[in-house]
């Protein structure tokens, strides 16, 4: 079974800075996902990602695949990005949906 | 609004009780999922439907069993309700290997006492 690990587990940084937030996982995998779970609670999608690298705004999300190691980059942090950054992997082979959860970077931006 | 969306927000319950959550989504998504984020904040699978078939079911008790009365709703009722099913519960829904992932809904904050 994939062991998803996470790094760091809690990131404070000042606005303006360029964050990142680190995830491992152990065996292949058939995607990556990238969530972002806000304050009140709710959890918002930002990526999946299989190889490569995408970028929506001030967002980018890397993968090597061979290094089975992912990165999640925010540019020009802002207050609005504190939450917790959860990555997610689904294993090769597994069910459709068989999201397997690291236990999420808590992100505190101050201004 | 597309969305998913799951109702009650909150849920108080006494030890025993028998209660449901539903999600429903309208975003014509073919998979719909339920899942548990413990106390720690640990999220974890509990179910998924894709086209009304069940297919996962992660070691969850029977007491949570999954309704599905069409592709738009997943229903999570859960029977004899214990202290320890008190938890976040998540619905969520795909589109196969939609390159925009999932969309979750807000959650439901169970409080079993």
């Known amino acids: 079974k994939n062991e998803v690990e996470q790094s760091p587990q809690n990131l404070t940084a000042q606005e303006g800075e360029f964050i990142t937030i680190n995830c491992s996982y152990s065996?292949?995998?058939?995607?990556l996902h990238w969530l972002q779970q806000h304050p009140g609670g709710g959890i918002v999608s930002l990526f999946m990602?299989?190889?490569g690298k995408k970028k929506h705004g001030r967002l980018i999300a890397t993968i090597n695949i061979q290094e089975k190691h992912s990165s999640l980059h925010i540019t020009a942090s802002h207050p609005r990005d504190s939450a917790v950054y959860i990555c997610?992997?689904?294993?090769?082979?597994?069910?459709?949906?068989?999201?397997?959860f690291g236990k999420g970077t808590k992100l505190s931006v101050k201004p | 609004d597309t969305a998913v969306s799951q109702t009650p927000k909150y849920l108080v319950t006494q030890m025993g009780n028998d209660k449901s959550i539903k999600c429903e989504q309208n975003?014509?998504?073919?998979?719909m999922y339920w899942y548990k984020q413990d106390s720690k904040k640990f999220l974890k699978i509990m179910f998924s439907?894709?086209?009304?078939?069940?297919?996962i079911n992660e070691t969850v008790p029977n007491r949570f069993s999954p309704k599905s009365p069409d592709k738009a709703h997943l229903n999570l009722h859960i029977n004899s309700l214990e202290l320890g099913d008190s938890a976040v519960y998540f619905c969520?829904?795909?589109?196969?290997?939609?390159?925009?992932?999932?969309?979750f809904g807000s959650g439901t904050r169970l409080t079993v006492v």
């Open positions: 969520a829904s795909s589109q196969g290997w939609s390159d925009l992932g999932y969309t």
């Open positions: 065996v292949g995998i058939s995607a």
């Open positions: 990602l299989s190889s």
């Open positions: 997610a992997v689904t294993d090769y082979g597994g069910s459709q949906g068989n999201l397997i």
């Open positions: 975003l014509g998504h073919d998979t």
């Open positions: 439907y894709n086209n009304k078939e069940l297919i």
